[in-house]
């Protein structure tokens, strides 16, 4: 009925319909793997257009972290360099309270209550040994929040170089808090003075370590001349 032909499908060589239909799909097939169809990546000019606009895209992930990196220091440079004692520092107008011992030297930073810049304990125990100098407070309090600075933001060289400018200003005011009469007295007084107030604020090993985290990241930097303290007072000041 539909035709015969020889060695063709079907019973006694007969063609049926369905098997024209599976060979018109199975050519189909054929048709699209042999490229007449191909997908647009498949294309050469795709490529050539495509490849400038990977790269781009490429490029600025990989910088995303640098650019971060960047805007942080730029942030924490700004931070350290706005960070002043004042004189309700000095005179203890917001002593903070006693903190509890455990929690004081739990982490770096410790506890600052009074959100000051300056540790608690470090902060009392200043007032505690100069209650009737306003003049060493100020210099050691300074110094001491220049030192906390130096142990919890310094993350690169841009940071360090700006801590430790502010850490020289500090070193600097102590300095003027003792008479130069006798030079050897002097210098003898300003190292005590200094020492007590490192020993405050690095005084367990961890904050001895980020310290020296702090210093791998050494380099120039220009040293202060003037301003030194960020309270002055009168030069007879006790």
């Given at each position: ?169 500090g070193f ?17 007084v300003v ?48």
């Amino acid at each position: 009925m539909w035709g015969k032909r020889k060695g063709g499908e079907g019973a006694g060589g007969t063609i049926h319909p369905m098997g024209i239909f599976r060979k018109n799909a199975e050519n189909q097939g054929e048709s699209l793997i042999s490229g007449k169809h191909r997908p647009i990546y498949r294309k050469w000019w795709f490529w050539v257009l495509a490849t400038p606009l990977i790269l781009f895209i490429a490029l600025v992930i990989y910088r995303i972290p640098a650019v971060a990196e960047k805007e942080r220091t730029e942030q924490v440079v700004a931070q350290i360099h706005a960070q002043k004692l004042t004189i309700n520092d000095v005179n203890g107008e917001h002593l903070p309270p006693p903190p509890d011992p455990a929690q004081a030297d739990a982490t770096i930073e410790g506890i600052d209550a009074n959100a000051n810049g300056i540790r608690d304990d470090v902060e009392l125990a200043i007032f505690k040994k100069y209650p009737n100098s306003a003049k060493i407070r100020a210099a050691e309090l300074q110094y001491a929040k220049e030192l906390q600075t130096m142990i919890t933001l310094v993350f690169n060289s841009e940071t360090w170089k700006a801590a430790a400018f502010q850490n020289s200003r500090g070193f600097a005011c102590i300095s003027q808090t003792s008479s130069r009469e006798n030079l050897k007295e002097h210098l003898k007084v300003v190292d005590e003075r200094v020492k007590e107030t490192h020993d405050l604020v690095v005084n367990t090993k961890t904050r001895k370590n980020a310290e020296d985290s702090a210093y791998s990241f050494t380099t120039s930097f220009g040293l202060a001349n003037k301003d030194f303290c960020d309270v002055t007072l009168d030069e007879h000041a006790s």
